[in-house]
């Protein structure tokens, strides 16, 4: 005899949709982000962008996806099940960031920006072009905007090396337009470091290193809990800090899967 589903939390009203590419080995892009959406109670969707030949060792092959394909999926959601919130994550060429960057600008929901344009090892992932229409057309219209050390970097031109340097990036991308800023600055002094910007003050938030390899994922990850937390309805200054925890959870009881850096354990986003 079938029994009644358990009871579980969820948000009715949340929808997340994520436009990112394809990581088939599970650990980050598009995969990443419905794993986290679905661990925080908002129901998921997807548009692709492009597809990768990947695993925990790294990027053997990419494929760009036609922006017009892109567009396509994207409308198939619009008018079936509108999102309440949109993460946007790799893109991969200037044609995509164009074409996605004009139809989000007649989307009236929260738009949160990954740009995924270098790796956490400083590898180039998309070109100049496209880095300069993601200054110029994507970010005006970003609620929040997630760039790693080296993304911001290169969107401001503008070295990393001190505090007033950090403020000063972060003022320099609120200008192209997003209304908050989440800088991950990576490791410093055995610490894990991320500042906050409201576009009036910058906050800090520092959080024990792991010394580990479990942390494929982690960007994706980062972003996507604070898409669907915002799709809950939680205000952005506590979204930003339980997101970091889930991603510090995440990291913490990552299991040894695959011979290079671990993908995070995404069975813990929202744990603590």
């Known amino acids: 005899m079938a029994k009644k589903p358990k009871s579980v939390t969820l948000f009715p009203n949340a929808i997340a949709l994520t436009i990112a590419g394809s990581d088939p080995s599970g650990g980050a892009g598009l995969q990443a982000d419905l794993k986290v959406f679905q661990q925080l109670g908002a129901y998921g969707m997807s548009v692709v962008t492009l597809i990768t030949v990947q695993n925990t060792q790294g990027v053997k092959r990419l494929e760009l996806l036609d922006p017009q394909l892109v567009l396509d999926q994207l409308e198939a ?6 999102p309440s919130v949109i ?21 009236d929901v929260p738009l949160v920006v990954d740009p995924v ?18 200054r110029t057309k994507l970010l005006r219209h970003a609620y929040i905007v997630t760039p790693n ?28 337009g997003a209304r908050y800023v989440l800088l991950k600055l990576g490791e410093e002094n055995g610490k894990s470091m991320h500042v906050f910007g409201d576009g009036n003050s910058n906050v800090g938030h520092v959080v024990k290193r792991l010394q580990t390899q479990n942390t494929h994922g982690t960007g994706c990850a980062l972003s996507a809990s604070i ?5 809950r309805g939680e205000k952005i200054a506590e979204v930003v800090n339980r997101a970091i925890e889930d991603v510090w959870q995440a990291i913490y009881a990552g299991q040894p899967l695959g011979k290079g850096h671990h993908p995070i354990e995404f069975r813990f986003i929202g744990a603590s």
């Open 227 to 231: 898409t669907a937390r915002l799709a």
């Open 87 to 107: 993460k946007i994550g790799a893109l991969g060429s200037a044609a995509n960031v164009t074409a996605i960057a004009e139809r989000v600008s007649s989307i």
């Open 77 to 82: 959601v619009l008018s079936d099940i509108p």
């Open 117 to 134: 344009m270098i790796s956490k090892h400083g590898h180039s992932l998309i070109d100049d072009d496209a880095v300069e229409l993601y």
């Open 149 to 176: 050390r080296f993304e911001a970097e290169r969107l401001t031109g503008i070295t990393l090396d001190s505090q007033d340097n950090v403020a000063k990036a972060i003022h320099d991308i609120h200008k192209m």
